[in-house]
């Protein structure tokens, strides 16, 4: 979900998505600003919490899940542990209680990394992180520093964190929309905004073996496909960013942040 500019100096779309089961929430601002997603949280019952993030990633992948994993685990309030995935990374399967870690050729639909979180209310109950590889294929997108970054911001977003900032300004944080190089990790600010959205304890928790589940929780439609993300409720002003939203009967609801290409 970042902007970036293309060596002709035009904004070009980084392609990633974001998705959350929740209401319209808008990521802009500055450095100083909450850059929370609408408060959405893992409901735990002490910290530091740990989460899961399974891999169903191929070797090429493993290790920037394994950076991504030792730079999130730095904050005060969570902690991440990498397990065996069992999800087919094509579909990427979510599994209550935690998040799964995919790459795949998941075609030229216009995203290059999609994160997902499902909520109950406003308690995340799983994730996923998408890495499409028919984009990660190409030249520009194929490095190290593109990689990085793409794993980072998508599996942070899981967390319940939104952009420090969408204006091409290089904050040194891996939740911002910069090429520069020091943008591939989470900074200080990033860690201090997750121990604002898990500084109050719940009395229920969200987290590992979970059994209960919502109609959300329970849908099988492909969550690749704009057809499943239900009705258009925001398109920016550049025709970057549009906003999806689509609510089910007991409550829960699917609303997709997608970022598209100028190309497309």
Partial sequence: MKLFKG????????????????????FGGAVSANHSWGGYHWARQSNPFNLKLSDNLGAAWKPYLQQTSAD?????????????????????????????VCNSRYGQNG???????????????????KLNDTYFAMQ?????????????????????LGHQDESGAALGTCMDYSM?????????????????????????????SV??????????????QSANWGRRVFRGKEGHLEIYERQFQDGSKLATLVVLADHQ
Wanted: include cysteine; charge should be negative; hydrophobic fraction near 30%.
């Fill in 111 to 129: 995203w290059l990394g999609l994160a997902q979180i499902w909520l109950t209310g406003s308690h995340i109950t799983q994730g996923t992180t």
């Fill in 140 to 160: 520009s997108y194929n490095t190290p520093a593109e990689k990085n970054h793409v794993m980072c911001q998508e599996v942070g977003h899981t967390f319940g």
């Fill in 72 to 100: 999130w685990s730095v904050s005060e309030v969570l902690d991440t542990t990498i397990v065996a995935g069992t999800s087919n990374p094509k579909t990427c399967k979510p599994k209550l209680g935690q998040v799964e």
């Fill in 7 to 26: 060596s002709n100096g035009q904004m070009r779309a980084l392609l990633a998505v974001g998705v959350a089961l929740t209401a319209i929430v808008s």
């Fill in 211 to 224: 059994t209960t589940s919502t109609q959300a929780d329970k849908d099988q439609s492909d969550k690749n």
């Fill in 180 to 208: 520069d190089l020091g943008s591939q990790h989470p900074n200080a600010h990033d860690y201090e905004e997750l121990s604002t959205i898990y500084a109050h304890l719940d009395t229920t928790t969200t987290v590992g």
